[in-house]
T-cell receptor
Framework: DVKVTQSSRYLVKRTGEKVFLECVQD?????MFWYRQDPGLGLRLIYF???????EKGDIPEGYSVSREKKERFSLILESASTNQTSMYLC????????FGPGTRLTVT | RKEVEQDPGPFNVPEGATVAFNCTYS??????FFWYRQDCRKEPKLLMS???SGNEDGRFTAQLNRASQYISLLIRDSKLSDSATYLC?????????????FGSGTQLTVLP
């Protein structure tokens, strides 16, 4: 069975903190993605990776960075969290279809 | 103009009703189409792919109209458990893995 896991379901951080969100997939997929989802805006792509150590910016990369040191793991980093980064963060991996992790609801206060 | 547009709803229908959602896309080069379902506070999950000839999976039927650039999802005999947000997803093969575009979703509530 397909599985994408994320390190936390809920996270509360303070403004200015560095935040790490981790995602692991067990399907040997080459492609992995980070999205954020906000009411009325739908899913927006932050970054994606098509291979180990390879990454590309999505539609809203500002304020974020990513790391992919191993094929199964894709990390999203908020260098200095801000309140406008409060959101639901969804990781996905894909061959043809995308499979999502359960999401991390991040609140920045 | 959004690349993928959906009526946000909400659609409130009684149990047993038939309901249809449409989704339009702007990129004529789009190659693959999907419907995802997202329950409240959960992740999106693939409901079905949409094939050129149309396809059916139980009570769910998906259609593609390339000339008019829209896809549709028909749900027959609605169940309470069908209540969710339905996301239209479009993919084109421009050489990058990123080319997957999500609609904002259509909210469906099936009422007893």
């Amino acid at each position: 069975d397909v599985k994408v896991t994320q390190s936390s379901r809920y996270l509360v951080k303070r403004t200015g903190e560095k935040v790490f969100l981790e995602c692991v997939q067990d399907m040997d997929h080459e492609n992995m993605f980070w999205y954020r989802q906000d009411p009325g805006l739908g899913l927006r792509l932050i970054y994606f990776s098509y291979d180990v150590k390879m990454k590309e910016k999505g539609d809203i990369p500002e304020g974020y960075s990513v790391s992919r040191e191993k094929k199964e793991r894709f990390s999203l980093i908020l260098e200095s969290a801000s309140t406008n980064q409060t959101s639901m963060y969804l990781c996905a991996s894909s061959s043809r279809e995308q499979y999502f992790g359960p999401g991390t609801r991040l609140t920045v206060t | 103009r959004k690349e993928v547009e959906q009526d946000p709803g909400p659609f409130n229908v009684p149990e047993g009703a038939t309901v249809a959602f449409n989704c339009t896309y702007s990129n004529s080069a789009s190659q693959s189409f999907f419907w995802y379902r997202q329950d409240c506070r959960k992740e999106p999950k693939l409901l079905m792919s949409v094939y050129s000839s149309g396809n059916e999976d139980g009570r769910f039927t998906a259609q593609l109209n390339r000339a008019s650039q829209y896809i549709s999802l028909l749900i027959r005999d609605s169940k309470l458990s069908d209540s969710a947000t339905y996301l239209c997803v479009v993919k084109d093969y421009s050489g990058s893995a990123r080319q997957l575009t999500f609609g904002s979703g259509t909210q469906l509530t099936v009422l007893p």
